[in-house]
Every structure is written in structure tokens, then in C-alpha cells.
């Protein structure tokens, strides 16, 4: 079973610093690793797509990196705005199955 | 505009009763989901359905049932058999299994 991991929980940066978010996964055969973003009793919103076979993804100031062989993923948001501030999910699909496997998330806080 | 429509926004349940929580998209595809997210833990898969009158349990099905008649909608119940249903519930669709799309949720609460 696909377990993801994602710490720390919650993460407080001043405004213009640069974010590091971590997730981890235990099954290394994975589809693709996606990652969401969720504001406050909303849905969740797409931010980036990494297929298996690709090691980064860019979008903007979102940068998303793929180790598949530590079972890692980066999401990196450049010169953070308080606009940002949300939790941001990762969820991973493995290649035997259709459904996609959340982390519990990492809550951030963009100080002005 | 595309996208994906669930309502209502927010549901209240008694003791007993049987709810539906509406889920269509219009983005022609294929695939549609349906999780339960409940505080601090990752969203979980309660069905999914790959084409038109065919759908799958995923991890947490019991207490909850759902059709699939239309390409575009994905009801989902949940019924008196569920025993903690007070959660927020997302439905999302994909294309092929791919990237997947989410609605706004609906939130459920048992009185």
C-alpha cells in the first residue's frame, strides 16, 4: 500500500522568502505525482503534474522536483507572497492502480 | 466554462437518513472520482468510475453507494449505514486516468 508523507505539517515564513515543501512516498512504481493546492473550505486546485519518467516541473514560481528512486518529491515556490498562503496536498498515483494517494498536507503561512 | 459543479455547498443529515450529493462535470471526461476528507488526514477514495454504468470501491466504500447513467454526473449517497459521515466530500474527474480535476466539495454534517 502507497503510503505519502508530508512534513512539517505546518510552515510559517516571512513574506519574499523562499518555500520548501517536502512529500515522501514508499512505493517507488509510481504513474505521476501531483500536487494541489487547497485554500479554506474550497476544492482542490492543481498546481503540478510530474510523470513518472520527468525529474522537474516548472509553473511559473512553482518549481516541483522528483526523486523516484528516494521516494521524494520538492515543491519549491519562489519569493513567497501572503497570497500563497494555503495548504498545499501531494498526491501520488502508482502504476497498478487508477486511484491517486494523498499526504495529509503542509499547511503554509506567508507573513506580510 | 468547464469545470466541475457539486452541490449543495453545505448538507445537513439526521439520525437514519439517506443523503445525495451531486456531482457534474463538463469537461467530457471519462473518468470521476469521489473522496472524503476529514480533518488533518489525506483525502481518501470512496468510489470511482472509469466509463458510463461502471464503477469501483475504492478504500472506504461501506455506507456509501453511487450510478453512473450520464458521462457527466456522478451522484454520490451516502447512506444510513454509514456510521461517522460528517466530513467534506470532493468529487473530481480525468481524462484516461490522468490528471485529475476537483469540484468545490460539499460539506456534510450529521445533526
Known amino acids: 500500500k502507497q503510503e505519502v508523507t508530508q512534513i512539517p505539517a505546518a510552515l510559517s515564513v516571512p513574506e519574499g522568502e523562499n518555500l520548501v515543501l517536502n512529500c515522501s512516498f514508499t512505493?517507488?512504481?509510481?504513474?505521476?505525482l501531483q500536487w494541489f493546492r487547497q485554500d479554506p473550505g474550497k476544492g482542490l486546485t492543481s498546481l503540478l503534474l510530474i510523470q513518472s519518467s520527468q525529474r522537474e516541473q516548472t509553473s511559473g514560481r512553482l518549481n516541483a522536483s522528483l526523486d523516484k528512486s528516494s521516494g521524494r518529491s520538492t515543491l519549491y515556490i519562489a519569493a513567497s507572497q501572503p497570497g500563497d498562503s494555503a495548504t498545499y496536498l501531494c498526491a501520488v498515483r502508482v502504476v497498478s492502480d487508477y486511484k491517486l494517494s494523498f499526504g495529509a498536507g503542509t499547511t503554509v503561512t506567508v507573513r506580510a | 466554462d468547464g469545470g466541475i459543479t457539486q452541490s449543495p455547498k453545505y448538507l445537513f443529515r439526521k439520525e437514519g437518513q439517506n443523503v445525495t450529493l451531486s456531482c457534474e462535470q463538463n469537461l467530457n471526461h471519462d473518468a470521476m472520482y469521489w473522496y472524503r476528507q476529514d480533518p488533518g488526514q489525506g483525502l481518501r477514495l470512496i468510489y470511482y468510475s472509469q466509463i458510463v454504468n461502471d464503477f469501483q470501491k475504492g478504500d472506504i466504500a461501506e455506507g456509501y453507494s453511487v450510478s453512473r447513467e450520464k458521462k457527466e454526473s456522478f451522484p454520490l449517497t451516502v447512506t444510513s449505514a454509514q456510521k461517522n459521515p460528517t466530513a467534506f466530500y470532493l468529487c473530481?474527474?480525468?481524462?484516461?486516468?490522468?490528471?485529475?480535476?476537483f469540484g468545490p466539495g460539499t460539506r456534510l454534517t450529521v445533526l
Open positions: 473530481a474527474s480525468s481524462i484516461d486516468n490522468y490528471e485529475q480535476f
Open positions: 512505493d517507488s512504481a509510481i504513474y505521476n
